[in-house]
């Protein structure tokens, strides 16, 4: 069983960079895309990014956060990231990365392609 680590969140201005990572134990993650959702209190958790499992490495993101957010992953490392550039009060929440049920494909949008969750990190940007 996948266990998923989510660190790198804070308390940002708005305007500045953040980088969160989602580091990966047990079985390797190499053949199954991940993603990232963020989720607000009282709203349901919504998706950010996505990428595939290995080259070409394919990646789908939220219209919202296009041309300022970048998914990666460091297959060695078995860790998932997402910089986040130009942030805006609106990306505050707390962010999930997740693991794609079905190995070989990039997950959609939905939170039923995914079957492992971590328990979140805080971003919280500041106006």
């Known amino acids: 069983q996948v266990q998923l680590i989510e660190s790198g969140g804070g308390l940002v201005q708005a305007g500045g960079s953040l980088r969160v990572s989602c580091a990966a134990s047990?079985?390797?993650?190499?053949?199954?895309?991940m993603g990232w959702f963020r989720q607000i209190p009282g709203k349901e958790r919504e998706f950010v990014a996505a990428i595939s499992y290995a080259f070409p490495t394919m990646s789908s993101y939220a219209d919202s956060v296009k041309g300022r957010f970048t998914i990666s992953r460091d297959n060695a490392k078995n860790t998932l990231y997402l910089q986040m550039n130009s942030l805006k009060p609106e990306d505050t929440g707390l962010y999930y990365c997740?693991?794609?049920?079905?190995?070989?494909?990039?997950?959609?949008?939905?939170?039923?392609?995914?079957?492992?969750w971590g328990q979140g990190t805080q971003v919280t940007v500041s106006s």
């Open positions: 997740g693991k794609a049920a079905r190995p070989f494909r990039l997950p959609g949008t939905s939170l039923g392609e995914y079957d492992s």
């Open positions: 047990g079985p390797t993650l190499s053949r199954f895309g």
